[in-house]
């Protein structure tokens, strides 16, 4: 999957997480913006959440090994994104192992 993973879209959303003018709230939506791209190109045979969830952490770690010093941004940019958006998710995942 991280191999569907355009550079042109990692070199962007590197170039906007580098604004330091930009706001948390701006830098999740073109996180969000860039995953919905992504999603556009791969088949639906995956849950929705469970494959923006793989595909969030695999673009941050494209943006960290692509620019390191975003490693922080990029980071935290992906945890208040999946923080509202795939929480239940995430949460389902830890009970399902707990179980």
């Given amino acids: 999957m991280d191999r569907s993973i355009p550079l042109d879209l ?3 959303l590197a170039l906007q997480l580098r604004n330091a003018g930009r706001s948390d709230k701006d830098r999740r939506k073109d996180l ?4 919905e791209q992504l999603l556009q ?3 639906p ?7 923006m969830l793989v595909l969030a952490l695999l673009l941050a770690k494209e943006v960290a090994n692509h620019t390191p010093s975003l490693l922080r941004d990029v980071f935290r940019t992906t945890v208040n994104f999946i923080n509202p958006n795939l929480r239940a998710y995430v949460r ?3 009970r399902n192992e707990l179980d």
């Fill in 10 to 12: 990692v070199n962007c």
């Fill in 32 to 35: 969000a913006s860039a995953l």
């Fill in 41 to 43: 190109a791969h088949p």
């Fill in 45 to 51: 045979d995956m849950d929705k959440e469970k494959t």
């Fill in 92 to 94: 389902s995942l830890t």
